[in-house]
């Protein structure tokens, strides 16, 4: 559809059925045509750019295009003519730029992560959707009812830098743990992460849950947001909240990893008492202050717990890391036990 939707044939079609109809349509072309050249060049500059670096499984590959290497697909692509792409060349050499420093800020999986999602395949305990990963425990449970998890993930994150905890949580746990797939862009903010987007994910997870195991049925969420997708968690608390309550969930329950100090980014949810918080955060985290990050959330939330592990920033997921007093494994390993001590409400964890 959108390829049919650049050709120049329409365009000039669109114009000449106008010309015929309506009075001064010229001026009313040309005030559309120069409005769409902007959209259609904005969004195809991004569109060559997003899919450079994705996630070393993803099935696309990496390429990388200079500025002008874009400001040619483009002039190719769109119904438009060269000195027209020319006049908007300072336009696409700053969106590049800034696209270019994006990609630089990607995170994209380490090692472990990789080997937990390829460990879940053999096993059959993963399921990789467009929208999620999706990683389950093994049938065998004491009871048909489960707890199930939703992890989204940090600024230009890949999601799969979350498989090595997701793992551990679903198969030595039995939670069922999807995984946000936030791909090409990876940013958990408003533009880019809507409500409906969580729904969708959770209608997957109850779809191959049926699929697998027919008598299991989920009986409450745990939605958890890392760093970026902490605060995003706390946002769409309030829908959630909602959307459980209308579907006779218990509380709705919130896990916020390495996120808080950010007052900009805090949604106040302190009224809605209906919405259990936990949040976590590591010692040596350099992105998240804990004392701006404990007088920030005392103030925005409801019933809420903190939880200080060792670690920092980057090893709540797999992804390169700075350094810490605590390995990665060791780190992951508090986080198993502190995220199922408050799904699972754990008293001694």
């Given at each position: 559809?959108?390829?049919?939707?650049?050709?120049?044939?329409?365009?000039?079609?669109?114009?000449?059925?106008?010309?015929k109809?309506?009075?001064?349509?010229?001026?009313?072309?040309?005030s559309?045509?120069?409005?769409?050249?902007?959209?259609?060049?904005?969004?195809?500059?991004?569109?060559?750019?997003?899919?450079?670096?994705?996630?070393?499984?993803?099935?696309?590959?990496?390429?990388?295009?200079?500025?002008?290497?874009?400001?040619?697909?483009?002039?190719?692509?769109?119904?438009?003519?060269?000195?027209?792409?020319?006049?908007?060349?300072?336009?696409?050499?700053?969106?590049?730029?800034?696209?270019?420093?994006?990609?630089?800020?990607?995170?994209?999986?380490?090692?472990?992560?990789?080997?937990?999602?390829?460990?879940?395949?053999?096993h059959?305990?993963?399921?990789?959707?467009?929208?999620?990963?999706?990683?389950?425990?093994?049938?065998?449970?004491?009871?048909?009812?489960?707890?199930?998890?939703?992890?989204?993930?940090?600024?230009?994150?890949?999601?799969?830098?979350?498989?090595?905890?997701?793992s551990?949580?679903?198969?030595?746990?039995?939670?069922?743990?999807?995984?946000?797939?936030?791909?090409p862009?990876?940013?958990?903010?408003?533009?880019?992460?809507?409500?409906k987007?969580?729904?969708?994910?959770?209608?997957?997870?109850?779809?191959?849950?049926?699929?697998?195991?027919?008598?299991?049925?989920?009986?409450?969420?745990?939605?958890?947001?890392?760093?970026?997708?902490?605060?995003?968690?706390?946002?769409?608390?309030?829908?959630?909240?909602?959307?459980?309550?209308?579907?006779?969930?218990?509380k709705?329950?919130?896990?916020?990893?390495?996120?808080?100090?950010?007052?900009?980014?805090?949604t106040?949810?302190k009224?809605?008492?209906?919405?259990?918080?936990s949040?976590?955060?590591a010692?040596?985290?350099?992105?998240?202050?804990?004392?701006?990050?404990r007088?920030?959330?005392?103030?925005?939330?409801?019933e809420?717990s903190?939880?200080?592990?060792?670690g920092n920033?980057?090893?709540?997921?797999?992804?390169?890391?700075?350094?810490?007093?605590?390995?990665?494994?060791?780190?992951?390993?508090?986080?198993?036990?502190?995220?199922?001590?408050?799904?699972l409400?754990?008293?001694?964890d």
């Amino acid at each position: 559809m959108i390829v049919s939707f650049l050709k120049p044939s329409l365009w000039f079609g669109i114009h000449h059925a106008l010309k015929k109809q309506i009075p001064d349509s010229d001026f009313i072309y040309t005030s559309i045509s120069s409005w769409l050249k902007q959209v259609l060049i904005t969004y195809l500059v991004i569109t060559a750019a997003c899919y450079n670096s994705l996630a070393p499984t993803s099935p696309f590959e990496k390429r990388l295009c200079s500025s002008a290497t874009r400001a040619a697909i483009v002039t190719a692509l769109a119904p438009l003519t060269l000195s027209q792409t020319i006049q908007v060349l300072p336009h696409i050499e700053i969106i590049t730029n800034r696209l270019s420093l994006w990609q630089a800020l990607r995170q994209d999986p380490e090692p472990d992560a990789i080997e937990a999602i390829e460990s879940a395949k053999s096993h059959g305990l993963i399921s990789r959707n467009k929208s999620c990963d999706i990683f389950f425990p093994e049938i065998n449970r004491d009871s048909d009812r489960v707890k199930a998890m939703l992890i989204i993930p940090g600024f230009c994150v890949s999601h799969e830098s979350y498989a090595a905890i997701a793992s551990k949580l679903a198969k030595e746990n039995g939670i069922i743990v999807a995984i946000q797939n936030l791909e090409p862009f990876r940013v958990a903010d408003e533009y880019f992460l809507e409500l409906k987007q969580i729904k969708n994910v959770m209608r997957t997870v109850q779809k191959e849950l049926r699929r697998r195991d027919e008598t299991s049925t989920i009986d409450e969420w745990c939605f958890s947001g890392h760093s970026l997708g902490g605060y995003c968690v706390m946002r769409l608390a309030p829908h959630l909240a909602s959307l459980l309550k209308k579907n006779a969930s218990n509380k709705l329950k919130i896990m916020v990893w390495g996120a808080g100090d950010k007052t900009e980014f805090l949604t106040d949810i302190k009224n809605f008492n209906n919405i259990k918080v936990s949040i976590l955060l590591a010692k040596d985290d350099t992105y998240c202050n804990m004392e701006d990050a404990r007088k920030c959330l005392s103030s925005k939330l409801p019933e809420h717990s903190f939880d200080i592990i060792d670690g920092n920033h980057e090893n709540f997921a797999s992804y390169s890391s700075s350094i810490s007093k605590t390995s990665r494994s060791e780190q992951h390993e508090q986080i198993v036990t502190k995220t199922c001590g408050f799904i699972l409400e754990r008293e001694n964890d």
